[in-house]
T-cell receptor, first 111, second 115 residues
Framework: QKEVEQNSGPLSVPEGAIASLNCTYSDRGSQSFFWYRQYSGKSPELIMSIYSNGDKEDGRFTAQLNKASQYVSLLIRDSQPSDSATYLCAVGMNTGNQFYFGTGTSLTVIP | ETGVTQTPRHLVMGMTNKKSLKCEQHLGHNAMYWYKQSAKKPLELMFVYSLEERVENNSVPSRFSPECPNSSHLFLHLHTLQPEDSALYLC??????????????FGEGSRLTVL
């Protein structure tokens, strides 16, 4: 079983729409959850972190965490072409005290 | 210089060569990491150093040899690599080691091609 699973996509949405990215994880005791954005040929950069159940909003981005169901999601409202990138879900797991990453979801926002 | 910088950004080497990747962080962090990123695979943690001491070695082949001379610098020495080692190698740092520290700060990566 993979520690962190994401739909690889590609996910395509029209400009202005809501993009929804999902992630599930295996370690029920995980405490920290992150979404990184990685443009082609670039390094991952953090866009959201979440530690408690519920929603966390930052501008056009909303992270949602449900520990009971072991999933975390990222919503991007009013999607822009500049949001086209691969989005990596990362989970800080007590197992090994390290971060586990998903394979990433490729998002394309169509003008 | 700010953040995490990696050199070289691109490297092509033969299977018998010896080369090194360099990482430098200017954030005052105490933990540094090497990750391997291959197509359609999750980032793989290779090594973790905390306060210059290696604390994690995830079953990485001995043809990869890390070195951390101080808390700001991290090297990955490469020798007799295989074509399947071709990947993007990412260096990262965090204030301290462990998942309670929050985010990882990544460098731009070194794209390695082994012929």
């Amino acid at each position: 079983q993979k520690e962190v699973e994401q739909n690889s996509g590609p996910l395509s949405v029209p400009e202005g729409a809501i993009a929804s990215l999902n992630c599930t994880y295996s370690d029920r005791g995980s405490q920290s959850f992150f979404w990184y954005r990685q443009y082609s040929g670039k390094s991952p950069e953090l866009i959201m972190s979440i530690y408690s159940n519920g929603d966390k909003e930052d501008g056009r981005f909303t992270a949602q965490l449900n520990k009971a169901s072991q999933y975390v999601s990222l919503l991007i409202r009013d999607s822009q072409p500049s949001d086209s990138a691969t989005y990596l879900c990362a989970v800080g797991m007590n197992t090994g005290n390290q971060f586990y990453f998903g394979t990433g979801t490729s998002l394309t926002v169509i003008p | 210089e700010t953040g995490v910088t990696q050199t070289p950004r691109h490297l092509v080497m033969g299977m018998t060569n010896k080369k090194s990747l360099k990482c430098e962080q200017h954030l005052g962090h105490n933990a540094m990491y090497w990750y391997k990123q291959s197509a359609k695979k999750p980032l793989e943690l290779m090594f973790v150093y905390s306060l210059e001491e290696r604390v994690e070695n995830n079953s990485v082949p001995s043809r990869f040899s890390p070195e951390c001379p101080n808390s700001s610098h991290l090297f990955l020495h490469l020798h007799t690599l295989q074509p399947e080692d071709s990947a993007l190698y990412l260096c990262a740092s965090s204030p301290v080691m462990g998942v309670s520290t929050g985010e990882l700060f990544f460098g731009e990566g070194s794209r390695l091609t082994v012929l």
